[in-house]
Every structure is written in C-alpha cells, then in structure tokens.
C-alpha cells in the first residue's frame, strides 16, 4: 500500500478512535447531568458496554496495523482519567 495512503488511514483510525473516547465521555457526563448515581447498576453497566466497546475497537485497528498498541492503550487511559475526574467532580457535589 502507499505510503501516504497507509499515513491517511492511519490518522482516520486515530480519529475516528478518539472520537468514540470523546462520546463516551459527553455520555457519562450527561448521566451524571441527571442525576444518575454513579453506583447505579445502568451508569456502571453503560460505562462497562462503552469501554469494552471502544477498547475492541482499538484492538481491531491494531491488527490492521491503524495505530500502534501503545497509542491505543494512550487513548484509553487518556478516557479513563478523564472519566474519573468527572467522577470525582459528581461525588463532590
């Protein structure tokens, strides 16, 4: 494959991934927006589904050779930081 068509999808793999991490975050935030405990068997069901989801996405574009393990593994922690912050944030409240 090309070079620079093998770059181009690469940057669309990254993207699209971060993109994802990004919607699940709004998402947890949004249920935290209303009211939804984050002990709450949904809230910890969703954000289970979500991660899984993603963290499978992220595995696939590995194999494809989209994005390095390494970077991939970046963008989770990256989703899970942020998530615990949000987190934090609500239980403060």
Avoid: N, W
């Avoid at 999808?9 to 709004?26: P, R, V």
């Amino acid at each position: 494959m090309d070079t620079e068509i093998q770059t181009s999808y690469q940057e669309k793999a990254y993207l699209l991934l971060k993109a994802d991490a990004e919607k699940i975050a709004q998402l947890i935030k949004v249920q935290m927006d209303h009211l939804t405990m984050p002990q709450c068997p949904l809230y910890e069901e969703v954000l289970d589904t979500q991660m899984y989801g993603l963290s499978k996405e992220i595995d696939f574009a590995v194999k494809l050779g989209l994005i390095e393990r390494e970077e991939g593994k970046r963008l989770l922690s990256t989703l899970e930081k942020e998530l615990s912050v949000l987190h934090e944030a609500y239980t403060e409240k």
